[in-house]
């Protein structure tokens, strides 16, 4: 059993106290049974003051398609016959819903999401959940358009991303990093208060991001909890570094697939935008 005065030294000796943190949980990873389980943890980082941002993405918003002009080339969906085939019966978003994928978020994520006190960003498919003082000022930028608008308040807040038992291929902040390279984020639909949407969406393949982890070494602080190894990155110095290393070497992001179309399209810059893409019927 990992203790909860464990987990708060744990946090205290990474520096995390009082701090903004991107958090990516395995809980499977400690080995052992933490006490109270994600809520326990969620618990501790809550006594540490710190804030605690999660991804909550949730596919069960997503819709299709409507005409071919909102179907731009290079987007990580071919020539579209997966959602010409596929006729998706969508939710509709709002701030206020729980529904999240969990099976791709995991039980930490929910447990941030569920929190009585947790906020949520205003995107129907990519939101992000966050619970502690700073939630709002690390939520309230999110937009359809403005995807990763919670990690560029991280970065200003000087926050950190914290991988705990996950490895880089969870961290989404370096689609962020992808962004501030040059690309731009994959299109998507979904439906909100609004109707039928279009966002910039993550949707990227992130199989080659442990690639990364040579470029980021030098940020990279390490402790064990239990079996649970802790990565812990300056979020700022992070999507900064990883941004420069995609500009020298586009590749780097790509996954052993050589077929891997969202890949082949990412390291192409991502998908190709009228200007008058987000007002066309
Ligand atoms: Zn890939």
Known sequence: MI?????????????????????????????????????????????????????????HYLCNPVTDAQMPRRNAAGNYAWYREHTL????YDINSKELSLEDMGVFARTVLMHENSMRGNHPLNSFAAVGEKAGALLASQTWQDVYAPFRQLCGMDGFVLMMGTDLTSATILHYAEQLSGRTPFVRWAKDGHGQVRCFSEGGCSNGFEQLAASLEHLEKRIMVGNSIWRIYPARQMSKCAADAICQDPMITHCEKTACMRCNDAVLGGPILPEDFWTRI
């Open 3 to 59: 203790a909860r005065n464990e987990l708060e030294q744990a946090l205290k000796q990474a520096g995390l106290g009082g701090t903004c943190v991107c958090v990516h949980a395995s809980m499977r990873s400690f080995g052992d049974r933490v006490d109270g389980g994600a809520q326990g943890l969620l618990d501790a980082f809550l006594m540490q003051k710190c804030t605690v941002m999660t991804p909550a993405f949730s596919y």
């Open 89 to 92: 019966t969508p939710g509709i």
